[in-house]
């Protein structure tokens, strides 16, 4: 396979010599402003001993300008053969750039309709995590899961991988008959004999929503059109934490209008997965790490439901406008939270945001200070570079002011008629602002003033009119963080009532600690048996700033189960910036567990250990 994919993009660049190469634009090189892509059929084959999916797709195009060629993305792909309208045509791949791949062009004319495309993934599609069956949560049968934001949509088919381009599909996936194949389309609830599925998503959606996985899996529904999917050794723990999906589902469309997307389906994914959560229409993928027996992670449901609403409903138009997807879907999971748990619950998960926020700030000021506006210029650098805290606690930020600014009420309206008359559309921050201004803000001379709404999106760090957020239940943290400050002793601290964003709150404040202070704290809480990885992740990083060495067996064995980069990147950042010693401890970590990492997060921390 490695000797035949340079062969045949050797090819490409040969006969690319007689025409000039589609230029990047929008971290896409395909056409849709000349050609539309309405419709794909789906078609493919799961082999686990070769770690591809091998099959072809169709895709139903209009010709708008009259072209004679279509462009589309494709990385890290064998491309088999081309037809247009049922004639076979030659095609060019041009040479492949690490990060956005390969132009795709093919021949067309005024008048075709519909292109079909043989091909197969190779074992390198950055999209496609293969997992044995030691790297699952039952360790019984193989798995694989695809994750297709930002621009990795184009590693397992070729198409148009720009979040301004919407279509439906219908897709035929084919695997091993013991196995169940989902998809972000209506689901099946139970295997079948064949081993064969068919999907649909009759509804327009971008690339980077495309989703599939495979593995043994059951499923337990939880309301009229909400459900869980998971291994089977996992199922009553998952379904325990998350028995509140359909509340979640009522309150959010209480706020913001009805759910458009058929049902709301979670599926819980191996440790691997790179991120917590990703709004898969119709099927969310979300990481194990937020299982914690206490349903005290659970917004991250929220967060990847209100995604129904801000993302998959009105889109991005590019990732330069990520804030619009993220800062909006925070500030709609933090109503859902509200109306769900309670106005204290609420307050606890928008303060620890904003610490989550200032580190961001304080790191983005020194490295990159324009990252911290919330309109990037991301031009043809990776759009990752753009998943940070800014889109989404930023983002959340703004329209926290926004509604101070005109009210509750006047807010609510706005959103919910913002949500319908742009329902399976796209937008970008430009016309945000120009609808936002038109329907709301200039309305009242006041409100205009005192939005400082360009200050926001285009201004470096946090604007003028910022409110810190406050907690009640935090306030109270902050006496029993006085007495240990004064005292060193443990039993400061009244945890019988302590959720995970108590602990969480404790931990990135505390006074200046030594070993023995870390001891201490781990003799009374017992933090390195603590199976919250979001607790463990910031006991980590105290113990390495510490040098409590007690915790580094734990750690090591955490990096080694847990792939979720949010978790990775602080901890083995942490090790780095201990010196020479920290990061050859790192990198020695890091040899040993980056094979059970999905590329997402491979990329990132092989930019950071260099």
Known sequence: MKKIIPFLLGIGILS????????????????????????????????????????????????????????LDSRQLLIKEVSVDDKKVDFILSKEHEVFGSSLQIP????????????????????????????????????????????????????????????????????????????????????????VY??????????????????????????????????????????????????????????????VWNRYDVLVLPPSFPFGGMENPELTFATPTIIAGDRSLVSLIAHELAHSWSGNLVTNRTWD??????????????????????KEYEEMLTVNGYGELQLTLNELSKTAPEDTKLKLTLNE???????????????????????????????????????????????TTEEFISYLNKELIDNNPEWKQNAQVNEWIYGKGMPSN?????????????????????????????????????????????????????????????????KNSEILCDWFQLSIAYDYTKSYGPMRSFLNRVGRRKFLTPIYRSMKNKGPEGLEMARNIYTEAKKGYHTVAIETLDELLK
């Open 466 to 530: 910022f409110i810190k957020p406050r907690s009640a239940a935090f306030d109270r943290l902050d006496g029993e963080l006085a007495a240990y400050k004064a005292s060193k002793d443990p039993e400061s601290f009244k945890t019988d009532d302590y959720s995970t964003h108590h602990w969480l709150y404790v931990l990135r404040h505390l006074p200046a600690l030594n070993t023995a202070d870390v001891k201490a704290l781990d003799a009374a809480f017992d933090f390195n048996q603590i």
């Open 198 to 259: 068919q999907f649909k998503q009759e509804k327009p959606i971008p690339s980077y929503l495309m989703a599939l996985a495979i593995g043994n899996l059951t499923f337990k529904s939880t309301g009229r059109n909400s459900g869980v999917y998971a291994e089977p050794g996992m199922m009553e723990s998952c379904f325990w934490e998350l028995k509140d999906m359909q509340q979640m589902i009522d309150e959010a469309e209480k706020l913001y209008g009805s759910y």
């Open 321 to 342: 406008d990520f804030w619009l997807n993220e800062g909006f879907t925070v500030y709609f999971e933090q109503r859902i939270m509200e109306a769900v748990y309670g």
């Open 108 to 195: 067309i004319e005024s008048e075709s309709k519909q292109v079909k495309i043989s091909y197969q993934t190779t074992p390198e599609s950055a999209a496609l995590q293969w997992l044995s069956k030691e790297q699952t949560n039952d360790k019984t049968d193989e798995f694989l899961f695809s994750q297709s934001q930002a621009v990795l949509a184009r590693t397992w088919i070729p198409l148009m991988d720009a979040p301004a381009v919407r279509f439906t599909y219908d897709a035929t996936i084919e695997v091993p008959n013991h196995l169940m194949a989902l998809m972000s389309a209506v689901n099946p609830q139970q295997k079948n004999e064949e081993g």
């Open 16 to 71: 690319a010599c007689s025409k000039p190469s589609p230029v990047l634009k929008n971290h896409s090189y395909s056409n849709y402003e000349e050609v539309s892509l309405k419709h794909m059929d789906l078609h493919l084959k799961a082999d686990f001993e070769k770690k591809i999916l091998d099959g072809f797709v169709l895709l139903d195009i209009t010709n708008k300008s009259k072209t004679d060629v279509l462009v």
């Open 381 to 427: 650098r990776n759009p990752d570079d753009g998943l940070t805290d800014i889109a989404y606690e930023k983002g959340r930020f703004f329209l926290q002011t926004l509604e101070r600014t005109v009210g509750r009420e006047q807010w609510d309206i706005f959103l919910r008629r913002y949500f319908m008359e742009h329902a399976f559309k796209t937008m």
